[in-house]
């Protein structure tokens, strides 16, 4: 495995920097925090640079590293993007027929993950959404970007209880968005009902098929947000370092006090170990390794903890100033808790790869 971007890598992440500097300031983070009418999505965006698609291909030379590496970028802009969830909806739509999952699978529509309801996580267990007949009825909570996107990844169950995954046209009959509060204004999260909803022609997987395909595109996912998640918290630490370099205290720059340096320098530590984690576990994921899924959960776990841990420091580091509503680091901050617990959070990793291990120790003494 070679653990250095490739220039083709490089490339693509300088693009998307260049891209979401100019199309994503923070400053679009905060027009959606103060509730301005016309801040709007980067959807048409990201369909033009054909970003849902990354990875998909595993020979477009850029992998499931090249999703993580616009991810970091979405993150570090708290960019109000659906780029995860196309991504992870994009690869399960590989396994389904039809015209919508054919746009899907090629990255031309955007989509927009309706897993979560009361009782019912990412681990699939709880849910109550029912796939009857080739319709759809359930209530989903938290759908980021559910009253923008094109159409809806939905996890639900068939009336006999085996899992289903299901994509459903956002403007299809049956199916109502009511934005909802969350701690990430620029995820845009709403309530999605579909009430006896139709499901597009030939996207429809159930059983063993739609069990394997989310498990593995939700595993896509998982990485994918921690790299964003990572992503916001190295633009804090960044805006922070800044901060410390500029602002004197007693004459001096507050950078140059050693307890201030201690906690920046082991924030930039947890930055740059959890980045490589994540790195590691996308080109695993990649290319099959062997322990992929241990590495997965490890880099999740750790990655969720770290970016928490950053942004922290960075907040301690700016001081009184960014407790204000005016400072953009809670913008960040709030994109570092959002992406926290998407895909699960660190305890949900952490018991993943605790059954793994226990499951690979019965099979060793057996």
Partial sequence: MDLELSAEQRDLRAIARQALDERAPLSLARAYLDGDPGAAPLHPLLTELGWYAIGVDA????????????????????????????????????????????????????????????????????????????????????????????AFLVVAE??????????????????????????????????????????????????????????????????????????????????????????????????????????????????????????YAAAAVDEDLPGADEIAAIACAYGARASRAVVEAALQAFGGIAFTWEHDSHLLQRRVLSCERRFGDALHHERRLGDQLAARGAQVVS
């Avoid at 850029?62 to 708290?78: C, K, T, V």
């Avoid at 620029?186 to 395909?213: E, P, Q, S």
């Fill in 59 to 150: 020979g477009d030379g850029f992998g499931l590293p090249g999703l993580a590496l616009l991810a970091e970028q979405a993150g570090a802009h708290a960019a109000p993007t659906a780029l995860v969830d196309t991504a992870v909806a994009a690869r399960v739509a590989t396994g389904m027929t039809g015209a919508t999952a054919a746009r899907v699978a090629g990255g031309e529509a955007t989509v927009a993950l309706a897993v979560l309801e009361t009782g019912a996580d990412w681990s699939l267990a709880g849910t109550t959404t029912t796939v009857r007949d080739g319709r759809l009825s359930g209530d989903k909570l938290g759908v980021q970007h559910g009253a923008s996107a094109d």
């Fill in 158 to 279: 068939t009336d006999g209880g085996e899992p289903a995954a299901a994509l459903v046209s956002a403007d299809g009959t049956g199916v109502t968005a009511e934005p909802a509060a969350g701690v990430d204004p620029a995820a845009a999260t709403a309530n999605v009902a579909f009430r006896d909803a139709g499901i597009d022609d030939g996207a429809l997987l159930t059983g063993d098929d739609a069990a394997r395909a989310l498990r593995e595109a939700f595993s896509v996912g998982a990485i994918a947000t921690a790299a964003e998640g990572l992503g916001a918290a190295s633009a804090a630490l960044d805006l922070a370092v800044a901060y410390a370099l500029e602002r004197r205290q007693f004459g001096r720059p507050i950078g140059s006090f050693q307890a201030l340096k201690h906690v920046l320098a082991d924030a930039h530590v947890d930055r740059e170990s959890a980045w490589s984690s994540v790195l």
